[in-house]
């Protein structure tokens, strides 16, 4: 493990670093051995105010928006680079924050932000108006301007890739940006704060504002300055913004829970489904919106997949974050290790078949859940049901495609789904039925910065990255110029 080295824990407003108007702090825990890794400010809604006072003067008066494009483009490859110059300090962050594995941390979620950063510094002077052919003489155009300040609000799952990919698109075409990252993780993304203003971003562009979702996070939402919140984070939360939202009319992209179906045929390559099994539920702990939670199996396949399964998730190394063999981390908080053992409980008392695991393991004092999973669940069963964001598979059996669909489909969770068949047919017909936003086809839990991610029905709606999350921070000015 790279030794620690702890960012500045103040907020970030305006390029300059403050203690919370109050003092307050709050300490951020490593889930792995439950110390305590260091106190960070817990910003008051007065502290919010001023972020919001800072990122609406960069936008106001500040030169961001009005910068040359490629010259926003350029700042942005440069964090691109400094993060990717310091991906082991950040990923190091990331890990001892959030207990996941530094394989990950460093293999995937550090470098996924630095493609991002990469992809979107590209689209700064790529985005722009059209000439519109109207009626008369007059010259009309399009302009696709900045919304002015947008608050992201993040979860603890993926500390700081979520942040990136908000922060990314919304500064590329001009915008500014407060971000709140969740209490539990702040680490990684005040990192990337500090590199933002050494890559050049102007003060007030990037404020950094740590501390509770029901404090600075509510204030922003109240902040009538703020054009919009970029959220990510759990769906009952995510209801409660959009209310808050709607007394000052503020535009919403919100990326809400899931509860997704990995759906095994009887002819798919079952080595590999396996694999993509284990990946969709135990990737991250099972703590990640798009984790493959319901596992449908074809009744043909499913007693042998089931066994398969189960050697494998047995096999898997649990424990220390910066162990190299470890594939399983600690979930991110005792709170959160006790609410995943509160459902296991409930599968049990509720009649589904324990295969493996269902406890806590004992590692230290680390917040360990044992990789599990249940089979003989029926679609009424809490664990069916809820989205339990842990390392926890309900196994269903269908018999027919039809059968399948409706099992998938019938749920208020649309977020994706997985499709394992060597049929091609199959696998257009069925990716066509699924109402979800992701349709993983003998793959799972695979991301690219150009391929755009969201829910259907209550697991949100807007799109980050791709070209589509361009349109989620920028609105559209038609101008007329009579020509006679
Ligand atoms: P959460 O409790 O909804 O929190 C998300 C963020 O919202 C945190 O920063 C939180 O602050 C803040 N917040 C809480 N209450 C708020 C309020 N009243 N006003 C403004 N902000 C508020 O979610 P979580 O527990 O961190 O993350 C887990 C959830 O995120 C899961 O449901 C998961 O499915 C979802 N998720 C979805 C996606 C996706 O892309 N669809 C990706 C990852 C995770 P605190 O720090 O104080 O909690
Ligand atoms: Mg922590």
Redesign the pocket.
Known sequence: MTTPVFPNTNLLIAGERFPASNGAVHPTINPATAEKLIDVASATAEDARKAVDAAHNAFRHGPWPGLPATERGRILYKLADLLETHADEVATLESLDNGKPFFESRRIDVPLAVEALRYYAGWANKVHGEVLPVRGQFHTYTRHEPLGVVAA??????PLL?SVYKVAAALTVGNTVVL?????TPLSCLRFGELGIEAGLPPGVLNILT????VA??A??EDPRVAKVA????????K??MK?AADTLKRLSL????KSANIVFGDADLKAAVRGAINGIFYGKG????AGSRLLLHESIHDEFVEMLKTTAEGMKQGDPFDPKTRIGAQVSEAHMNSILAYIAQGCDQGARLVTGGERNVIGNGFFVKPTIFDNVTPGMTIAQE?I?GPVVAVMKFSSDDDAIALANDHMYG?AAGLWTNDLRRAHRLSARLEAGTVWVNTYNFYDPAAP???YKQ??FGR?LGMHALSEYTQTKTVWIDLN
């Open positions: 609000i993040t979860p603890w799952n993926f979520l709140k990252p969740a209490e539990l501390g509770k979702g029901s996070g509510q922003l939402l959220f990510t984070g759990s769906t009952p939360v995510g409660s913004i808050s990326e809400l829970g899931g703590e990640i919106c798009t989205e964001f977020l991610f969201g829910g697991s949100g980050e």
